[in-house]
């Protein structure tokens, strides 16, 4: 079935409006129309080749939420109808050890991704949801809550699991003091989720001007990284801090305002490594410093029926497909709160 999308055809020129074939159904899948998909940072380095591993044509969005249109002979956990989400994974083996724990996003042959991954039925790359429809696996595609704002839903898809994943593996509880680093698309969705958990959340920002919409979201403090006596006043004051940001930076300063015991985890990837931390303090309070990538089918549900229960959703601004290249343009500038959003029904093919 062809269908219209946003397509990258080479990593210099401009997404643009062009056909793509859909696979068909097989007995497992569902296929989605598409109502939203979120603009993911990633999505971004991967249009222009950033990283190295993009195959053209390449249609971006892993953050997508639609309605079923159709399902396959054999499917069970959907109908027709449905609101559902598709976020960073299509696929993975089923068959090891992750896999079998309901950990895809570990797997050991390597998790597909939903756009620029090998589609194990065709040998072609992925289609992302910056399209119409999306034909994905009904393991891989989790149910919404239809009395959230759909539009706000979608980047709870990558954005928000990213930051949920280490929150509950790392069991944050009620009262613990939770550092979150940097306010972006990640980090508004940390302190939105850790918040709501009942942690008491201190937000770093190398921006001043982020104090009131972080106190908004939920932060009950608010220090200034590049101040360094609002750092000393919150020295071994945290027992956990979730690191959103994507660029190098001395993680030192962090580490030094964990409790005993604490733990810092990075979710955010950089272009080049962070510089070495400090081990001393790490070896005599016995920090931790973890990584931790996207999450589970099953932590994606469990987090959508969370924010259910919560009315969580995603700060966004919602945009025609037509308006990707400028989304592009000012996210690189960091001059949106906190994340686009594709409207495909408002959006001209």
Not at 72 to 86: T, Y
Request: hydrophobic fraction near 40%; include cysteine.
């Amino acid at each position: 079935m062809k269908i219209n999308a946003l397509v990258a055809q080479d990593a210099a020129q401009p997404l643009s409006s062009a056909h793509i074939t859909l696979r068909a159904v097989q007995p497992q899948d569902v296929k989605i129309e598409i109502l939203y998909c979120g603009v993911c940072h990633s999505d971004l380095h991967m249009a222009r080749n950033e990283w190295a591993v993009s195959r053209y044509p390449l249609v971006p969005g892993h953050e997508i939420v639609g309605r079923v249109v159709e399902t396959g002979d054999a499917v069970s956990q959907h109908r027709k109808g449905d609101i559902v989400g598709v976020g960073v994974m299509v696929d993975s083996c089923r068959q090891c050890h992750f896999c079998q724990q309901q950990e895809e996003q570990y797997c050991e042959a390597g998790f597909t991704a939903t756009y620029n991954g090998i589609d194990k039925y065709t040998g072609d790359s992925t289609w992302g949801g910056y399209a119409q429809h999306v034909v994905v696996d009904q393991h891989f595609v989790v149910s919404v809550p239809e009395s959230l704002p759909l539009a706000g839903v979608a980047p709870l898809l990558c954005a928000g699991v990213t930051v949920w994943s280490p929150l509950r593996h790392f069991n944050v509880q009620p009262g613990d003091k939770v550092g979150v680093v940097g306010l972006g698309g990640l980090g508004h969705m940390a302190v939105k989720l850790a918040s709501a958990l009942g942690a008491e959340v201190t937000l770093f920002t190398t921006s001043p001007g982020k104090g009131a919409d972080a106190r908004r979201l939920g932060a009950s403090r608010v220090v200034v990284s590049r101040d360094a006596a609002q750092m000393a006043a919150c020295q071994t004051s945290l027992d956990f801090i979730i690191d959103c940001v994507a660029a190098p930076h001395d993680l030192d300063p962090y580490l030094a305002t964990l409790k005993t015991n604490g733990r810092l985890v990075l979710v955010g990837i950089p272009d080049h490594p962070h510089q070495s931390p400090n081990v001393t303090p790490m070896v005599f309070r016995r920090l931790s410093i973890s990584g931790s990538s996207i999450g589970s089918i099953q932590e994606t549900q469990e987090m959508l029926d969370f924010c259910g229960r919560h009315n969580i959703t995603a700060d966004i601004e919602l945009i025609a497909g037509e308006e990707i290249e400028q989304a592009f343009v000012r996210m690189l500038n960091g001059d949106v709160k906190y994340r686009f959003v594709i409207d495909m029904q408002a959006t001209r093919w």
